[in-house]
């Protein structure tokens, strides 16, 4: 027993000697082994006794930060990064690492800041374009288009010619207005992009379509949509259409805006001059700013006298239409009132009644009224004047969400090119898959 006392103690006293005498070095390839084979609780282990022996190795300690991150021990992780900024300030993937860090947690301001300092220090320029790609992308998804505008900004001073960067600072431009630059920034690659397949140019000649068309410049626009085969960007194309207009114009036209109608149907026509359904809301436009108080008694009494019902409401509608137009609201309510008590399911006089209290600015009665005859009506295009009513009140009234629902709710029906508009007004801008960018990982054998 005594025998088997004294070689377990000179074994263990030769193996603390052992240690003792063993360089960072030795426990650093100790550590790397028991990494590469996923042992990241002795990796950790080894770099501490390491770091014992060298504290002021900073890629041991980045390699200690990098197994706590694999463990998910992220405040732990947070912490031995730190130090290794303490000990090398421009140690870029630490601070690499940290972004990602913020990441899991979702915390976007530390996203920001560790990849904005990962750019100050990285030299190779490939990398700096993806740190900054993806703060751009984090902004952009958040909703903070301006930070995101200026970090592809600074991208785009890195290089002029990463047919990436480009896209996404002319896509971008497009959505602040800056239509111009949006437009350069593509024309200067379009020989570059001019190699790559359809499927892959397809999104920079609609960004480039999209600036054009913005710039009023209608027949470039066309060209550059020419080049585009996909049903998904033609979809979107549709929507730059005279006769989309034309129908966004009818809808206001319906809803009494007259200056959103008038805007709309201009509009179509500068897209297709002499386009028929933009003429004719023009012409209507032009006849409600005529005054028609001399003749409105006279057919009045007209109608008084009218002894065919279906005729009668038809004049009475006329009527009750002229003095909504002279802001003569309460004798126009009484007038659609009378078509509607011998016809209670006329779905415009209905209309026309709601209008009143819109263009009084009464939103909340807009809004009550709209809602009892929606619940009324099953069928969803007959709801769909309704609805959209209902939303702008909803808009106007300074409920936004409420009013997204409702302009959604058309998407399927008659009234889509209106309610998209809405939509893309209310929330300005949309996060689509384009921004789902990744950032690159830190390198594993950094040095």
Not at 309 to 321: A, H, T, V, Y
Not at 349 to 367: C, E, G, Q, V
Not at 389 to 418: D, H, P
């Amino acid at each position: 027993m005594r025998q088997l006392l004294i070689v377990f103690l000179l074994y263990y006293c030769s193996g603390v000697l052992l240690a003792q005498h063993q360089s960072g070095l030795d426990f650093y390839v100790k550590a790397s082994q028991a990494k590469k084979a996923g042992q990241y609780e002795q990796a950790i282990q080894h770099y501490e006794m390491a770091l014992q022996r060298e504290p002021t190795n900073h890629f041991y300690l980045y390699e200690k930060g990098l197994c706590e991150f694999i463990l998910r021990r992220y405040p732990n992780a947070t912490a031995t990064l730190n130090s290794v900024i303490k000990l090398r300030n421009d140690y870029v993937p630490a601070y690499v690492l940290l972004a990602k860090i913020a990441v899991a947690n979702n915390d976007s301001k530390k996203v920001i800041e560790n990849l904005n300092m990962a750019v100050r220090y990285e030299k190779d320029n490939n990398k700096k374009i993806n740190y900054r790609l993806y703060a751009m992308s984090r902004l952009f998804r958040e909703g903070n288009i301006q930070q995101a505008y200026e970090q592809i900004q600074q991208a785009y001073q890195i290089s002029q010619e990463d047919t990436a960067v480009v896209y996404f600072y002319a896509k971008i431009n497009n959505l602040l207005g800056k239509y111009a630059e949006s437009e350069m920034a593509i024309q200067k690659i379009l020989p570059k992009i001019a190699k790559q397949p359809l499927a892959s140019r397809e999104k920079y000649y609609y960004e480039l379509g999209y600036a054009q068309f913005h710039l009023e410049q209608y027949e470039k626009a066309n060209n550059s949509w020419k080049q585009i085969e996909s049903n998904s960007f033609k979809s979107r194309i549709e929507k730059f259409s005279a006769k989309n207009f034309a129908a966004v114009a009818l809808t206001y036209f319906r809803m009494y805006e007259d200056s959103l109608s008038n805007y709309y149907a201009e509009k179509a026509l500068a897209i297709e001059k002499g386009f028929p359904a933009a003429h004719v809301i023009l012409v209507q436009l032009a006849k409600r700013k005529v005054d028609h108080s001399v003749t409105l008694p006279q057919l009045q009494n007209a109608a008084q006298h009218e002894p065919n019902p279906i005729k009668r409401r038809e004049m009475l509608m006329n009527i009750g239409e002229q003095q909504f137009q002279l802001g003569r609201f309460e004798e126009a309510n009484q007038t659609f009132g009378q078509i509607l008590d011998a016809d209670p399911t006329n779905q415009k006089a209905i209309l026309m009644r709601l209008l009143i209290p819109y263009h009084r600015k009464d939103y909340k009665t807009t809004i009550t009224a709209t809602e009892n005859v929606i619940r009324k009506t099953a069928d969803e295009n007959a709801q769909a004047s309704f609805l959209f009513l209902q939303g702008l009140a909803y808009k106007k009234s300074g409920q936004k969400e409420n009013a997204i629902k409702n302009f959604r709710r058309l998407m399927s029906t008659s009234l889509v090119n209106a309610a998209t508009i809405e939509i893309e007004q209310l929330t300005q801008f949309y996060p689509d898959e384009d921004f789902n960018l990744k950032l690159i990982d830190p390198p594993e054998n950094a040095k």
